[in-house]
């Protein structure tokens, strides 16, 4: 049985203030390796916080293409690592259906991913262009007042990001505003395959009538998570890159950025925002 995940650890600090310092007790956020397989074969090694990995290893297969659909993945499963005691339960292994698109040697990736740059490399608007993906809903529509309090919902609900300062999170909203999903990493990305893994394993995908909010920069993984998924709506606290802009415009996601107070900017997509 794998052991009970942990986000955040406990450590001793010295801290100055003001010309004095003192020992204390301080919380950091939780990073550990998380090693994905697909049967017996290694497909990925990801630096992650602790929890919910089973729906971070579903919205990393679905996000990048290994699976299309929730029925293509007949198990999920964690794993006791053979490495030191440290690393115990940090792996999780995939059974997939037949027609799944795995190719065991095609797909294998010889590369570390760290936590805050997803699938390095991979990042290219011609690779999503290749997978035929569609527009997301162009029928949703949202009212920008309800779009402004969701960064305060966001916040409240951060509970690691409250003890420790150092989590990204991602969340799921309704049209109402209502808060379906929130989860939160050490990376951005993680974060937001753990709240697409979540829709994907309740048969909620496509999420063609949600709003992604994410607390950091509206980056190009991000954005190509959200429209794998369905996402009609990606809203940041902080700026979206001029991929991830120029993306989001291509498939006619909207895309807004700097989602603080009263204020935001659209990048993409202004006609979902009611008038």
Not at 182 to 190: A, F, P, S, T, V
Request: charged share 30%.
């Amino acid at each position: 049985m794998a052991r009970k995940a942990r986000s955040v650890d406990l450590t001793q600090v010295t801290e100055w203030d003001d010309g004095k310092s003192h020992r204390k007790e301080d919380y950091l956020a939780a990073e550990e390796p998380l090693e994905i397989r697909v049967g017996d074969n290694p497909l990925s090694v990801t630096m992650r916080t602790p929890g919910h990995d089973i729906e971070l290893v579903a919205g990393f297969l679905f996000t990048e293409g290994l699976v299309e659909r929730r029925a293509q993945i007949l198990m999920l499963e964690e794993l006791e690592s053979t490495d030191a005691d440290e690393n115990r339960g940090n792996v999780v292994s995939a059974r997939l259906d037949r027609d799944a698109d795995y190719d065991s040697d095609k797909m294998r990736r010889n590369f570390f991913a760290a936590s805050s740059c997803g699938i390095c490399g991979k990042a290219s608007i011609d690779a999503i262009r290749a997978r035929t993906l569609s527009a997301p809903n162009p029928a949703f529509r949202l009212d920008p007042e309800i779009l402004v309090r969701l960064p305060e919902t966001l916040r409240e609900s951060q509970a690691v990001f409250g003890r420790t300062g150092g989590l990204h999170a991602a969340a799921l909203f309704d049209a109402t505003g209502g808060l379906l999903v929130l989860r939160e990493d050490i990376g951005r990305h993680n974060a937001v395959d753990k709240v697409i893994g979540w829709g994907l394993l309740d048969d909620r995908v496509p999420l063609g009538d949600t709003i992604l909010v994410v607390s950091g920069r509206g980056g190009f993984e991000i954005v190509q998570k959200a429209i794998v998924a369905g996402l009609p709506v990606v809203a940041s606290v902080s700026a979206p890159s001029s991929l991830a802009v120029r993306l989001a415009r291509e498939m006619g996601q909207t895309l807004i950025g700097f989602l603080r107070g009263r204020r935001f900017v659209v990048y993409s997509g202004d006609s979902r925002l009611e008038k």
